[in-house]
């Protein structure tokens, strides 16, 4: 049997000066916003999709190449330009299974987080100084949580 891989998103969503942080059901550690991206789902879709099912928030995603001389899809002959993840790992889930997590940053007005049933009711708003508290946690979430926190300062 070969490595199995999967593409799944994270999301750091900030509200204000804080970033949106949980604690995972299955690997009891704390994890940005984030799942598996479903079959013909585009990665951005899934950011949204398990920001509304994990903390019932609407997001916009930050877009760094916004800057780009390709404004709109007028500039291109395909369809859309999507959003690049900030940052694009992988991380081995056990010796024979590894994710592609595509890692996102997005903001939310609402700070209020309304979980859909069946998922982490431990989420929690982490300021900068509250992360650096944290105990299990990755030291790459803590990275890129503050690093969200920056851009969106």
């Not at 013909?40 to 995603?61: S, V, Y």
């Not at 009711?121 to 990275?143: A, D, G, H, R, T």
Request: net charge negative.
């Amino acid at each position: 049997m070969g490595i199995d891989r999967h593409f799944t998103v994270s999301t750091y969503i900030v509200n204000g000066d804080k970033v949106l942080l949980h604690l995972h059901k299955k690997y009891k550690i704390i994890l940005p916003i984030g799942g598996h991206i479903e079959s013909n789902e585009l990665p951005e879709d899934a950011c949204i999709r398990e920001a509304k099912e994990e903390a019932g928030l609407d997001i916009k995603l930050y877009n760094f190449q916004s800057e780009s001389k390709l404004k709109n899809s007028n500039d291109l002959t395909c369809e859309k330009i999507l959003i690049n993840p900030v940052h694009t790992l992988l991380c081995e889930v056990n010796s024979e299974h590894y994710h592609i997590d595509l890692v996102f940053f997005a903001v939310s007005e609402s700070s209020e987080v309304k979980p859909d049933e069946g998922e982490s009711e431990e989420i929690k708003w982490y300021s900068k100084e509250e992360l650096e508290e944290l105990k299990n946690v990755p030291q790459n979430v803590k990275i890129m949580a503050n690093e969200a926190l920056e851009i969106f300062k």
